[in-house]
């Protein structure tokens, strides 16, 4: 018997957790002495009053969509894929070899030939620490923490040595090929009269995250393979008598984790710096454990908590360009988040669990 | 090379190697206990803040020293509650607790000092100064012998020689103590244990305590000695190559030693020579930075001696009724 009827286990903890996230957020800016309410207001200014604010906050949303559901996919298996980093780094390597050396016709063509560069990358960078975590029971949270920092140094190298153009100071790559350009909200949705999103880097590419929502949502909830998924994360001992292989699940499951954290870099590389550099990822890897968290590894749910963080991270941007509030935090929020929704999920349920049964026991 | 530049590298690895040894003793007491912890990095980071902080602003370091500690004390208690009295997942607590640090101290910093996310510089008894062990000036004519006592045993800070003490004390306090006994035991099954009528949850927080204290000295090391001052994001990852580092020495405390020096010897060179020319083909500097997560991968890998965890870590104890 469930302790808790299903909705408020979808939505309601979620949502005190995350009103507890919000709180304490508020007491750290009452702390250094800044208004949260009038915080609160400069962010829903910045990021979503103005089409422009739009514009960042898709954007950001688009690369946490990826990644949150990266996180996800791996935690229907019962996996933890910190490494979503490091993926989304490679992936960036696969796109910009993608664009740079295949002469692409147009940029749809180019779109998907570099989103199936991308996710080749990032999976491929996910086979490693799932092959020796199913194979050789190393764990696979500390093998894919090692990849992060592994995949930083191939990219430093990749970028120094080899990959920059001859003169040129900074480790990035050369501009990619006018055709490997992707339309912008701009290019799309102004008129002659009226310029949209104008100025943000909101691309394409985003409606191909919204797309990777449906498909992972079809891929765990209505195929054989989903269903073993879950089947796995569930139970591993059922699993396997049920004629499971724990060893291919785990490798399927992190290559589809790998390979979507890959796609992000479609966004970052492609969609907005038209060249890798080094920095491109800038942690959106690491949100995806706050997104698939908040999220609850369902893709609606990944979809909406990636959107409240980019409006956080736009919002973030705007305060620190307004007031004297550091970006960082939103690192703080980010941390608050993944406490309460994540690590502390049982100070909410608990007491939540004994409401519930208190009042079926009175009814 | 030679003789004095020898010298140079390894008097910079140990001066590297401390703050790894400390933080890699604290992760091996938490883990020995049974409780994972990726936050080693959180912590170093918040300790590294706030002893740089305190000791700026009161400009003695011994009160830096205690506030780091507390600060790192702190995100343990947070730590201990997620994941001992909330049975939490032990991985996302350490996850939270790194960004939680991460972003609290450079918020604190900015409102504190106003120097973007960094603390002042700091100056006389603000940082801790190297120590001259006695003779060490009469003994550094003394061929070989003499540079080494002075150069490289001699000549630094009191908390590399508590960090290097630690490892000793460890070693008895897990292995010849009772407390040692009952503490790895929880390790690796916390029923025994409480079968025995010792409390799981008890011994599981004052591990999580002392895993605090150690970051805090690691990161105040960080801070006051090795460095002076905090900047944004110092650690630069070194939690995280304490934590490979543990499983390099397969949660053993001499083990710790060794891994940590050759780790902090790594680092040493890739400071000095940026790519190391070997005639045939040179060593990029970027594979000297990766080379401890190569390493820490191959030996979970288990192809060269495998690292086995103990065996109750990352499970939160359920009391059977």
């Known amino acids: ?35 949260p309410i009038a915080a609160f207001q400069l962010m829903v200014e910045g990021a979503l009053m103005r089409s422009s604010g739009w514009g960042y906050t898709l954007y950001y949303a688009t690369n946490f969509i990826f990644t949150g559901l990266a996180v996800s996919v791996a935690f229907h298996a019962r996996l933890f894929n910190i490494g979503g980093e490091g993926q989304a780094m490679i992936g960036g390597l696969g796109v910009a070899l993608a664009c740079l050396y295949i002469p692409w016709p147009n940029w749809y063509v180019a779109l998907i030939g570099a989103t199936a560069s991308a996710a080749l990358f990032g999976a491929m960078w996910a086979f490693i620490p799932a092959y020796l975590q199913a194979k050789r029971g190393s ?44 339309p912008t909200f701009q290019e799309m949705f102004s008129t002659a009269e009226t310029a949209m999103f104008r100025g943000s880097p909101a691309n394409v590419t985003f409606f191909l995250a919204v797309l990777m929502c449906l498909v992972v949502w079809v891929l765990i909830w209505r195929t054989k393979l989903g269903y073993e998924i879950r089947a796995f994360g569930a139970s591993e001992s059922a699993a396997k008598y049920a004629g499971i292989s724990p060893v291919k699940i785990t490798v399927v499951a992190m290559l589809i984790s790998g390979g979507l954290a890959g796609m992000m870099a479609i966004n970052t590389t492609m969609g907005e710096a038209e060249r890798l550099i080094m920095n491109a990822t800038e942690g959106a890897g690491f949100i995806g454990i706050a997104v698939a968290l908040m999220g609850r590894s369902h893709p609606l749910g990944v979809l909406l908590a990636a959107l409240l963080f980019g409006f956080l991270y736009q919002g973030g941007a705007e305060l620190a360009l307004w007031t004297n509030i550091p970006r960082e935090l939103i690192v703080v929020i980010q941390a608050l988040v993944i406490l309460f929704t994540g690590a502390l999920d049982n100070m909410v349920r608990m007491p939540l669990e004994k409401l519930f049964l208190a009042r079926r026991r009175s009814s | 090379m030679d003789f004095a530049t020898l010298l140079q590298v390894l008097d910079s690895t140990i001066r590297l190697a401390t703050p790894l040894l400390l933080a890699c003793l604290a992760g091996l007491f938490s883990e020995r206990a049974g409780i994972f912890d990726i936050g080693l990095e959180g912590k170093m980071l918040a300790a590294a803040f706030m002893s740089a902080a305190v000791a700026a602003i009161t400009g003695d370091v011994w009160m830096g020293l205690l506030a780091g500690i507390a600060a790192s004390m702190a995100l343990s208690i947070i730590h201990g509650l997620a994941s001992i009295t909330f049975r939490g997942n032990q991985l996302i607590s350490g996850v939270a607790i790194n960004f939680l640090a991460a972003g609290m101290t450079v918020l604190i910093a900015q409102d504190w000092f106003s120097q973007g996310g960094r603390t002042p510089s700091l100056i006389g008894n603000g940082r801790f100064e190297p120590i001259t062990l006695p003779g060490a000036d009469a003994l550094v004519g003394f061929p070989v012998l003499g ?48 079968t025995a009528g010792i409390s799981v949850v008890g011994l599981r927080y004052v591990a999580v305590g002392i895993c605090g204290i150690l970051c805090g000295i690691a990161g105040a090391y960080l801070a006051t000695a090795l460095q002076a001052g905090f900047v944004k994001d110092m650690t630069a990852g070194r939690g995280f190559i304490a934590l490979a580092a543990l499983i390099f020495a397969k949660w053993r405390p001499w083990y710790a030693l060794y891994a940590c020096l050759l780790f902090g010897l790594l680092q040493a060179v890739a400071l000095r020579y940026q790519n190391i020319d070997l005639g045939a083909f040179t060593v990029p500097v970027q594979f000297m930075d990766a080379l401890p997560y190569i390493l820490t991968v191959v030996i979970l890998a288990g192809f060269v001696g495998k690292a086995i965890p103990p065996r109750a870590g990352g499970e939160p104890y359920v009391k059977e009724r």
């Open chain 1, 1 to 35: 018997m469930d302790k808790m009827p299903g909705w408020a286990d979808a939505v309601l903890v979620p949502l005190i957790s995350l009103v507890l996230a919000a709180i304490l957020s508020a007491l750290v800016i009452i702390g250094i002495g800044e208004d």
């Open chain 1, 139 to 182: 764990h696979i949270v500390i093998t894919t923490i090692m990849f992060n920092f592994i995949a930083a140094a191939v990219l430093n190298y990749v970028l120094v040595n080899i990959l920059r153009p001859q003169g040129a100071m900074d480790p990035a790559t050369a501009r990619f090929p006018e055709a490997t350009h992707l």
């Open chain 2, 147 to 194: 540079p080494i006592y002075a150069e490289l045993i001699s000549g630094h800070s009191i908390l590399v020689y508590v960090g290097f003490a630690m490892v000793p004390i460890t070693w008895w306090l897990l292995y010849r103590t009772r407390f040692g006994l009952r503490l790895r035991a929880v390790g690796e099954a916390p029923e025994a244990v409480d």
